[in-house]
Every structure is written in structure tokens, then in C-alpha cells.
């Protein structure tokens, strides 16, 4: 039935399911599971949350923490919400560096002169101001650049091309991010005066994906840049025939008095509203793109799944807090989250965070503790039609910036998509609106508001099942 249904949105096309009628009325009569299926199947064809990520991308761009475009998105979300009828909805401001790009030029000079795609991490140093030119050592392998002798790289500039794997669940990048956050410092320690990486990155486009570095406390700062997928292959065939030499100049800025604003509102619970259900995406982006795969997606799933639960008379037992974290890319949102609301963790009886682009929901991890309980057959039993189904072992993360209130003792829940094509555009310029399919958010957003709904209605003990599981 659900699946003629979802074929006939398909094949209904744009207009149809664009239409914005309302379309979901659940009587009080409802059991939570006949609710949580009328929940599941508005989210289908509801568009509040694609509509929200194509206002945030088109009025607004890129939102790099600390730019004035993030404290607009910060008030764009925070009318959002109390135009759809939030309670308690605010912003708070918390304070971050500032890293913002600046003039990023890198080229061969010998043996022949050409130019290379490169990006500069978040938080690199600057190079000199006429930049640097000397040569290059190639490490197909990062393991090799950690085996490299003190003193081997002196004046030198380290370059790793090692690949990352294309896989569904994105797990290669966690594998892959020491090049990244640690590869700076690990190339000081033995004397590099800059380092280069192959982006973390499943495209084969003459795109460099950005992300954020980690200097080591005690190890000389050497500037740093992601060098495109083509580009780092046509380095490493260079580097096999013999000596190659890279002019490379970055010229980024800090500030290290800057603030962003994270954004949240709740729908009260009607009869237990002391505990919390929390769910998370963050606002901000990276500055090359428009930010709408990360995480503008996730925010459209977890504000299109609030704003339904919003509009349940009477409002479901738990209070949901939806949270838009404002500086997720530099890791300053979460910390500080947890640190503003310390008091409020012990409140928190469940969280999740959406930060894994726009596709399809195709798998769930329950909350420690949670498996064969009522709670949890009558979720998968609503999300299986959607085509998702339950791995049977427990979540353990749910995104970044929920990872401290993860580590305070809150329980989480995890709604995995498809990321098979997720790092071919992440955090490059090729973060756009139209990578967003509607179709496929939806089935997402209703996944996520039936998990939210239930974990809002349901009588289970989530702190006390994740502890009981760990003793
Ligand atoms: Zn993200
Ligand atoms: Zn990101």
C-alpha cells in the first residue's frame, strides 16, 4: 500500500508533491502506533523542512561559523520556529575562532609549470605572503608518512594521495581523518614546512574538499591544503618519475573573538514535560558551497519532523527540543551546548543529531537498552514500509555536536542514510540545492518523525535501559 503510494508521489511528480495542503489530523482516540504511521505518511508528501534548506541556501549560502551569513541563518531558524508555533524558542551565542579563507594558489614549477586544485583546511596557517616554493615527498600511504625519520622532511613539503574507500555507511572517512586533522603536525614533527593531502573525497572531479585540521600543542604550525582527487593522482605519477617542486600560498585569517549562535525550540509535553527528547542538525556549513547536503539536509529533516509533532492536539507526552548547532564544522557547538545546558542534561532522556546528507534512511540503531521492548518492535514495525530496517546493535553516536551530551550519560538513536555518493560532494563547492532530492528527504523526515514521536510517547526508561545495558 505504502509503497503504491510513495511510486504514485514519484510518478505524481514535482507539482503534486510540492502542493501544500495540510495533510495529516490525528484524533485523540489514536493509539501511539496508528499516530506514529499518520506522522510517517504526512512526512511524505509535507515539504516544511525542503522548503526551509531551499530559503536557507538561496537567501543566505555558505554560513561559515563566525560570518555574518550564520548569525542571518540564525535568525532565519529562529522565525522559522516561532512562526510555526514553538515554544521557548531562542538563540544563544557562544564564542569561537573565526577561521576565514583567504587567496589559495598552489602550482607545479618544476619539471613543468601547472597549476593544482587545492582547498585550505579549517584553522590552517598562513603560508609567508609570497607563499613557499620547494620540493615535494610523495606518501602513497599515510602509515608511511608516520614511518618517516625526524629531520627527513626538513624544508621539504609533505604530500599524502592515499584514497578513501566509497562505502554506503561513510564509515572510510572516520578511517580516513588522521590525514586530515593530524597529518599537519605529524609532517612538522619531522620537518615539513607545509602539508598537502588528496581530499577525503569518493569524486573525481578537480574539486578539493575542505575540512578542519588539528595542530598538535608543541609542533610548529605549517600551513595545509586538500588537494583535488585528480590533482593528488597527477602528483604521485610526477613525484614516480622524479623531482617535483610545488609554489604553494595560503593566506587565511583567524579571529580569535568571534561568536556563532546555535538556535533551538521545543513542543512541551502534555504529560511528562521535565523529560527531553533532543534532536539535532547543525546550521552552519563550510564556505565553498551553499552548505545544503551538510547539513542543511539535516536540518530540513529535524525541523519537517518537529514541525509535525508541533501540530498534535494535544502535544505528545515527552517535550521535544529541536536544536540548530552553530559551529559543528570547527567543533565549537557541541562542547558548548553541553556546557550551557549542563543543567538540563539530566533532562535529556534521549538524543539524535541528522547530519549525513539528503538521502534515504535505508537503517536504525536503537538506544543502548533499548532492543525487545515495545518501543522498539513497534518503531521498526513503522519504518519498515519506508524500506529501513533495525541493525541490531546499539547506537553508540549520533553526530558531533550531540557527542558530549552522549558522553554525559544521554542515550542515543541513530538513522543511518545512504551514503554511498555522500563524499563526493562534501565540503566542496558542489554543495548545492539541487543535490537535494525531495523525494528521497521525505522518506527520510518520516523516519525520523515516527522515531521521535514514539521516543516522545513511550513509557520506557532510555537513561536507566542504557545503564542497566552497560552493567
Ligand atoms: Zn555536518
Ligand atoms: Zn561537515
Redesign the pocket.
Known amino acids: 500500500m505504502l509503497r503504491t503510494f510513495m511510486t504514485f508521489i514519484w510518478a505524481a511528480g514535482l507539482s503534486a508533491a510540492l502542493a501544500s495542503v495540510p495533510m495529516f489530523e490525528a484524533s485523540a482516540q489514536d493509539s501511539d502506533t496508528v499516530t506514529a504511521q499518520k506522522l510517517r505518511d504526512a512526512a511524505l508528501t509535507d515539504r516544511f523542512g525542503y522548503r526551509f534548506v531551499e530559503t536557507l541556501t538561496t537567501t543566505i549560502g555558505q554560513r561559515l561559523a563566525g560570518t555574518e551569513a550564520m548569525t542571518r541563518a540564525s535568525l532565519l531558524a529562529e522565525s522559522t520556529l516561532l512562526a510555526a508555533g514553538f515554544d521557548n524558542v531562542h538563540r544563544e551565542s557562544f564564542p569561537i575562532t573565526a577561521w576565514m579563507r583567504g587567496r589559495e594558489e598552489a602550482e607545479v614549477t618544476a619539471p613543468s609549470s601547472q597549476r593544482l586544485v587545492v582547498a585550505t583546511l579549517g584553522g590552517s596557517v598562513a603560508t609567508p605572503p609570497g607563499g613557499v616554493e620547494t620540493e615535494i615527498v610523495v606518501f602513497a600511504r599515510y602509515s608511511q608518512l608516520l614511518a618517516a625519520a625526524p629531520g627527513s622532511l626538513d624544508g621539504k613539503i609533505a604530500v599524502v594521495t592515499e584514497a578513501m574507500p566509497r562505502v554506503m555507511d561513510g564509515s572510510s572517512y572516520g578511517a580516513a581523518i588522521s590525514i586530515r586533522r593530524s597529518g599537519p603536525s605529524e609532517a612538522a614533527k619531522r620537518g615539513a614546512i607545509a602539508y598537502l593531502h588528496r581530499s577525503l573525497g569518493t569524486d573525481d572531479h578537480r574539486l578539493a574538499h575542505v575540512g578542519a585540521t588539528n595542530y598538535l600543542e608543541g609542533v610548529k604550525r605549517i600551513p595545509a591544503a586538500a588537494l583535488s582527487v585528480p590533482d593528488a593522482q597527477q602528483l604521485a605519477r610526477m613525484a614516480a618519475l622524479g623531482k617535483v617542486r610545488i609554489r604553494l600560498v595560503l593566506t587565511p585569517t583567524s579571529d580569535e573573538h568571534a561568536q556563532s549562535w546555535t538556535v533551538s525550540g521545543e513542543v512541551r509535553g502534555s504529560e511528562r514535560p521535565d523529560e527531553i527528547v533532543l534532536i539535532g542538525a ?1 546550521l552552519d556549513s563550510w564556505d565553498l558551497g551553499t552548505g545544503a547536503i ?2 542543511g539536509a ?1 536540518v530540513a529533516i529535524v525541523l519537517g519532523a518537529a514541525n509535525l509533532i508541533a501540530q498534535l492536539k494535544p502535544h505528545a507526552k515527552r517535550t521535544l527540543r529541536v536544536v540548530l548547532f552553530g559551529a ?2 570547527m567543533n565549537y557547538s557541541g562542547p558548548a551546548y553541553a556546557k550551557m545546558h549542563a543543567d538540563d542534561i539530566p533532562h535529556i532522556v534521549l538524543a539524535g543529531e541528522a ?1 549525513f546528507g539528503a538521502r534515504r534512511v535505508y537503517t536504525f540503531l536503537a538506544p543502548a537498552g533499548a532492543m525487545n521492548t515495545p518501543f522498539l518492535q513497534t518503531l521498526a514495525d513503522t519504518l519498515n514500509p519506508l524500506g529501513i530496517f533495525l541493525t541490531r546493535q546499539p547506537a553508540t553516536n549520533s553526530g ?1 555536536d550531540i557527542a558530549p551530551l552522549h558522553d554525559a550519560g544521554v542515550p542515543v538513536i541513530a538513522l543511518r542514510q545512504n551514503g554511498i555518493d555522500y563524499f563526493d560532494i562534501h565540503h566542496t563547492a558542489d554543495d548545492t540545492f539541487d543535490k537535494i532530492d525531495p523525494q528521497e528527504l521525505a522518506q527520510a523526515t518520516a523516519a525520523w518523525v515516527a522515531a521521535v514521536y514514539l521516543a516522545l510517547q513511550s513509557e520506557l526508561d532510555f537513561r536507566k535501559a542504557a545503564k542497566d545495558f552497560k552493567n
Open positions: 547543525h551538510d547539513d539535516g559543528e564544522e547530519d558531533d
